[in-house]
């Protein structure tokens, strides 16, 4: 939704150049945020929609992060 508004605020000229590269970057966070907590989730239900391999992979990928950074 903020990358949709953001667009039409731009076609229509309503957003200035320096304002333009500060909601970009507001919604480029904003997405990076959005993926993040969704990786997250999945991960907590143990990515029941992977094929068995990959989900093994990547939960030894995340528990492997994890214990580095602990």
């Known amino acids: 939704k903020a990358s949709h508004t953001f667009n039409l605020l731009d076609a229509r000229h309503a957003i ?4 333009r590269q500060r909601y970009i970057l507001r919604v480029r966070t904003l997405a990076r945020a959005v993926a993040a907590a969704y990786v997250e989730a999945r991960a907590r239900l143990g990515f029941p929609m992977a094929d068995a391999a990959l989900r093994e992979a990547a939960l030894a990928d995340r528990q492997q ?3 580095a950074s602990a």
């Open 16 to 19: 200035s150049v320096t304002e």
């Open 65 to 67: 992060a994890a214990e």
